[in-house]
T-cell receptor
Framework: GQQVMQIPQYQHVQEGEDFTTYCNSS?????IQWYKQRPGGHPVFLIQ?????EVKKQKRLTFQFGEAKKNSSLHITATQTTDVGTYFC?????????FGTGTRLLVSP | EPEVTQTPSHQVTQMGQEVILRCVPI?????FYWYRQILGQKVEFLVS????????KSEIFDDQFSVERPDGSNFTLKIRSTKLEDSAMYFC????????????FGPGTRLTVL
């Protein structure tokens, strides 16, 4: 079945540093969604990308969908302690989400 | 803002016992899902439900699992005979109408099987 991998598995940064997580799929994606899960919390939808090469921004977060629609990235500029959590990409099919392996972000003040 | 709710927040049970996890999806949503997340791992799809029947299920969703929408508001996941490896966080999610609509997740039920 489809596999969605993310790297790195874990990243620890100092507040103010940038952070990037990469998402790679074994198959071409119709779309990609990004979720944030705070420690002890549930996945919260951040954004959906649909078009090849699409770039979307939400304040300090920049999301990109690869030209071949097999990869995506999330970049956070100048991290804050509130950015702590695990970031998951997910392939959104009609019947289900296939989540990536996640990147856990820790931000030290 | 409407939200998905789940009860209980934490369930402890003995191996071999039956458990029912409950969810109240967002009221105008038509598609319902169960996912699970073993501690420290990724979120895994279990089952999707639409129009009072299962649309798709994963390999994890074997004969020990069942889902039901017993009334107009609740959506339940039953595990007939729990195993130690069923210990996980179980998330319910719901979605409105189209394929591009977002899935909204509930806060989850932490199931601990002893």
């Amino acid at each position: 079945g489809q596999q969605v991998m993310q790297i790195p598995q874990y990243q620890h940064v100092q507040e103010g540093e940038d952070f990037t997580t990469y998402c790679n799929s074994s198959t071409t994606l119709s779309n990609i969604q990004w979720y944030k899960q705070r420690p002890g919390g549930h996945p919260v939808f951040l954004i959906q990308l649909v078009k090849s090469g699409e770039v979307k921004k939400q304040k300090r977060l920049t999301f990109q969908f690869g030209e071949a629609k097999k990869n995506s990235s999330l970049h956070i500029t100048a991290t804050q302690t509130t950015d702590v959590g695990t970031y998951f990409c997910a392939s959104a099919g009609f019947q289900k989400l296939v989540f990536g392996t996640g990147t856990r972000l820790l931000v030290s003040p | 803002e409407p939200e998905v709710t789940q009860t209980p927040s934490h369930q402890v049970t003995q191996m071999g016992q039956e458990v029912i996890l409950r969810c109240v999806p967002i009221s105008n949503h038509l598609y319902f899902y169960w996912y699970r997340q073993i501690l420290g791992q990724k979120v895994e799809f279990l089952v999707s439900f639409y129009n009072n029947e299962i649309s798709e299920k994963s390999e994890i969703f074997d004969d020990q699992f069942s889902v039901e929408r017993p009334d107009g508001s609740n959506f339940t996941l039953k595990i007939r005979s729990t195993k130690l490896e069923d210990s996980a966080m179980y998330f319910c999610a719901s979605r409105a109408a189209t394929s591009t609509d977002t899935q909204y997740f509930g806060p989850g039920t932490r199931l601990t099987v002893l």
